[in-house]
């Protein structure tokens, strides 16, 4: 009997971590349109799935595209002091000029000029006991902002924030490495509208690089999400 | 061993039936204030009429451009709007808002949204009113994460708001949005006209000689139409109440301020009054408990709050008197506070972890009561409706720390939305000293965050007519001393029952103060006042009233002439080539006359070379500690071929960086669109970097084409000390 109950037993822990997964897995409500999601306030964002290698063709909405783009990179949480992590951002750096950007022809289809990347700016606050929304990415900026820690937003900004390793990032539901690897919004604070691209930490260096560059490309061609997509 | 096999099978069935629900919430960011009424135009909105509208008639509103963000646009976001359609979707959004989607005859949609209580400011003049409609909705339905569709008459009642569009579900063309929803009634039609009456707050205490204040709300439902009379009953003797006004205008959307005033003679005690609201031949009441208590004290005793820093407001890096292990004292907007700015947040890590936080405090031998309150927020990951797996122990412990009573013992099951207020009797520790103990308590997995705020210990002790004022002193500087620069001024006090509110004063006037404290210090800038004599002055308070004044300090100021410096050197690049303190890139030192200088013969020439290229302009400073003032300014003379005047292509930065190159401010960036004839003057302020050294940091980044020239000259930082 004792040895049935631990049978028993284990088989609950296995079943728990079952159901949490599938918890995690649980549907949640998505708009009809392709990579698209809905953030923590009801509002559409295009995500990067986790599954990227292949990019559908677009198609475009009606709505505006950046004329111009540059990267005001943001390194958010205290992973990034780690000697290790630290050695990814010479690569995150400059999503938007890097000539290895496989969207830069794209890009300069569509006449969006590409500018050089701001200097970086790096905020080690422990986050690890934080999950991190996309409303917390949005206080996060506009604090930023407001204490003048980061650039004020010109037409063509795009804030990329990339999270350390050991933050959890979610999205109206969706996680982050199972739903989506990065996404793009925008937040329209005191100082303006803010466009911004989200990218957790992932622990391939290149699918991490691959996933900042698509999301910036995106944010160019499809900053309000009615552009190209 | 039966027992423990069925509560095995108990726990596998359990964790497979239980719906998971959302993990946690969290408040808005865009447009937050002006969606919850804590804007500094919530008091333009007209609570006591509203509007009739129509879904399309608010779609055919044109949206403003540009939206202000933290301000409302009238009239539309000015009024209370009143819509009959029909409720279709809705949801709980992560900010906490229920959002519900309604539509009209012809399928038209707009948002309609409901804040959560916990998300608004106590100071939103629709607190109230939101508070009321989520708890209607909530009586009606469950929303959660997804989406619900329902159909469903309404008549909903919220101010206007023009929201961004960001493709939300039911959205209208021009954005504009009912938010927050102030009262939704389901099935309209089939409603009796009623109202209801409302007070807040709805207990209170007035003093002997003094007077306090209740709102008192009527809403109305189901199509009543009527002025609605007001009155008041039940006061006690020597007690005297006023409304004003006395009735509230058709329909009977309104408030009224109700004061009473208690005579000095006054009856003391425990009363209920009785509001009276008659209307349309309805008539409504409702009692406010009101305690009349005798001057300088409280019910026949004297009640003292006991605990420091009780809202944890003193921030994580001066928690005391509280002693609490890392990461406790939280000012995060993952568990926002009930109240200011900084809350205690134990555990919420998913990891086997324990947080503790203690405050020791004495009991009076004295006291006839003795209550420890405080607001808690649970949440959770945990999903078992049976199993306490996290915990948090309230606890009473001597001053060794042995456990003298557990008083309760909450858990993950005790989940909650928003701050519940606990409140324990400690009247039996009276005499003691007893530290207030917390212990958080969370296993391998799954979090649960155990969130406290607001504490108050509050003892009353018998009413013994104290008219002993307290004493109190200032024991620095001392008295006939000459003082200049900054000085700290230190007061201390004491008092037979205990000390409520010390303040300083520097020459009459009051400079420092604060609550339930015996100390007080504050760092007093001389530089301030004039030189010559000034006089210092403590004074403390009791909770009778009592007002205890130290002796008279005098002291001299004698702050030396102001006199200033320029901390620049060469800042008018004069000495050419040898370019020294300055670190300049190549080519950038400049004599042509391509881009002659503001003064002399030479400046400092950034970019200018129509290709990606980045020129650098730095010079490191000390900025005395005893600065008064530091001011930059330079010249800057800008021009470019760039022909756009909406795109920013090339830019000068302008920052102060620390000595080893970290910026600590950007202070203005200038631009291709900055571009003019001749030299403009720049200045700014510097005086926050005293004590510090500083690079002064002009970075010029060109792009690829089209040259943009940033010459500065004359760069100056004057410092007065």
Redesign the interface.
């Known amino acids: 009997m004792k040895k049935l109950t631990s049978i028993l037993i284990v088989l609950a822990m296995f079943l728990v971590q079952w159901a949490t997964a599938q918890q995690a897995a649980a549907p949640v409500d998505r708009p009809a349109e392709p990579n698209m999601v809905f953030d923590d306030d009801g509002g559409k964002v295009q995500i990067v799935p986790s599954d990227f290698s292949v990019a559908g063709p677009k198609t475009f909405h009606g709505g505006p595209v950046l004329g111009a783009v540059r990267q005001v990179s943001i390194f958010l949480g205290a992973g990034w002091a780690d000697q290790q992590a630290r050695q990814r951002q010479t690569g995150l750096l400059n999503a938007a000029t890097n000539n290895a950007n496989p969207h830069l022809a794209e890009l300069q289809k569509h006449n969006i000029k590409m500018l050089r990347s701001a200097p970086l700016f790096e905020d080690f606050s422990d986050l690890s006991k934080s999950r991190i929304n996309d409303l917390t990415i949005q206080q996060k900026l506009s604090d930023l902002l407001q204490s003048k820690a980061i650039p004020a937003p010109e037409a063509g900004t795009v804030y990329v924030v990339f999270l350390a390793p050991g933050i959890d990032s979610t999205l109206g539901g969706n996680k982050a490495g199972t739903d989506y690897v990065a996404y793009h919004n925008f937040v329209n604070l005191e100082a303006g509208e803010i466009h911004y691209v989200v990218v957790p930490f992932h622990p391939d260096a290149q699918q991490h690089t691959a996933a900042a560059t698509r999301a910036f490309a995106e944010t160019a061609l499809n900053p309000n999400g009615r552009g190209w997509f | ?2 027992q ?2 069925r509560r ?2 108990l ?2 069935a359990v ?2 039936l239980v719906v ?1 629900s959302a ?2 919430a ?6 937050w204030s002006v969606k919850t009424g804590t804007d500094p135009d919530a008091g333009l909105v007209n609570l006591n009429s509203s509007t009739s509208t129509t879904i399309a008639s608010m779609r055919a509103i044109p949206a403003p451009s540009p ?1 202000p ?2 301000n409302r646009v009238a009239p539309t976001e000015t009024t209370v709007w009143v819509i009959n359609a029909t409720l279709t979707e809705f ?1 709980l ?3 906490s ?1 229920y ?1 519900l989607v309604i539509t009209d005859a012809s399928g038209n949609t707009m ?1 309609t949204e409901i804040p959560s209580p916990t998300c608004v400011g106590s100071g939103s003049p629709f607190f109230s009113a939101i508070q009321n409609s989520r708890s209607k909705f909530d009586a009606q339905f469950t929303a959660t ?3 619900q569709t329902a159909n469903i008459p309404v008549q909903i009642v919220g101010v206007g708001m023009f929201d ?6 039911g959205v209208a063309p021009n954005g504009i949005e009912l938010h927050p929803v102030l009262d939704i009634i389901f099935n309209p039609g089939t409603q009796t006209p009623d109202f209801v009456l409302s007070t807040s707050p709805g207990s209170g205490s007035v003093a002997q000689g003094s007077s306090a204040t209740s709102k008192i709300s009527t809403t109305v439902a189901g199509g009543f139409n009527s002025a609605i009379s007001l009155s008041v009953s039940g006061l006690p003797s020597g007690v005297t109440a006023s409304l004003s006004p006395t009735s509230i205008a058709a329909p009977g959307n309104g408030s009224s301020t109700l004061t009473f005033n208690a005579s000095s003679t006054a009856a003391t005690g425990n009363f209920n009054v009785t509001v009276t609201a008659t209307g349309g031949s309805i008539t409504h009441t409702a009692t406010i408990a009101l305690a009349i208590t005798a001057a300088g004290g409280t019910g026949g005793g004297t009640t003292t709050q006991l605990l420091g820093n009780p809202g944890f407001e003193n921030g994580s890096t001066n928690p005391a008197p509280w002693t609490a292990s890392a ?1 406790v004292i939280n000012n ?3 568990e926002p506070p009930h109240g200011g700015t900084w809350d205690a ?1 134990l555990d ?2 998913g990891t086997t972890h324990t947080d503790t936080l203690m405050q020791q405090v004495t009991i009076p031998s004295t006291a006839t009561s003795a209550t420890l309150s405080f607001w808690l927020h649970i949440d959770t990951a945990e ?1 078992t409706t049976t199993s306490a797996f996290d915990t948090l122990a309230v606890q009473v412990r001597n001053s060794s720390g042995t456990v003298l009573s557990t008083l309760k013992t909450f858990s993950n099951l005790n989940k909650n939305t928003g701050f519940a207020q606990q409140s324990f009797d400690l009247t039996s520790f009276k005499g003691q000293t007893i530290q207030i103990n917390f212990v958080g308590t969370e296993d391998a997995s ?1 979090q649960t965050s155990f969130v406290l705020d607001d504490f108050a210990l509050n003892v009353t002790t018998p009413s013994t007519t104290d008219t002993t004022p307290p004493t109190t002193s200032v024991s620095a500087p001392a008295n006939g001393a000459t003082v200049s620069g900054t000085v700290t001024v230190n007061a201390s006090a004491s008092d037979n029952v205990g000390v409520t509110q010390m303040q300083l004063l520097i020459d009459g006037t009051l400079v420092a103060s604060n609550t339930n404290s015996t100390s007080l210090s504050f760092s007093w800038s001389t530089a301030s006042v004039a030189n010559g004599s000034h006089t210092i002055v403590s004074k403390a308070f009791d909770a009778a009233g009592n007002v205890g004044t130290s002796a008279t300090i005098t002291v001299t100021v004698s702050n030396g002439t102001p006199t200033t410096s320029e901390l620049i050197v060469n800042g008018g690049f004069e000495n050419g080539t040898n370019t020294s303190p300055w670190t300049l890139t190549a080519g950038v030192i400049n004599n042509s006359t391509s881009e002659p200088a503001h003064t002399g013969s030479w400046d400092a020439w950034l970019d200018g070379t129509g290709t ?1 290229h980045t020129d650098t302009a730095m010079q490191q400073v000390t900025i005395p500690a005893g600065a008064t003032a530091a001011t930059l300014s330079f010249w800057l003379h800008v021009d470019t071929a760039e022909t756009s005047t ?4 090339d830019k000068l ?1 302008v920052q102060v960086r620390d000595s080893s190159g970290k ?1 600590l ?2 202070l203005a ?1 200038f631009s291709n669109l900055d571009h003019a004839t001749g030299y403009k003057q720049h200045t700014f302020d510097l005086t926050s970097f005293r004590g510090q050294i500083i690079q002064i940091f002009f970075s010029g ?1 060109e ?1 690829f084409e089209l040259q943009t020239s940033f010459v500065l000259d004359d760069v100056s930082l004057q410092v007065t000390q």
């Open positions: 061993m039966m423990h096999l095995s099978c726990l596998l964790t497979l998971p993990l946690f969290q408040c808005g960011v865009e447009r939206i963000a933290n949801k959004e992560n900010d808002d959002h948002i994460t997804s989406f961004f569009l960001h493709g939300q579900t990461g995060s907007a993952s947040w919420g890590y999903t799954l990606s909406t795109s920013a292509f930065t910026v401010s950007t960036t980044v792009d």
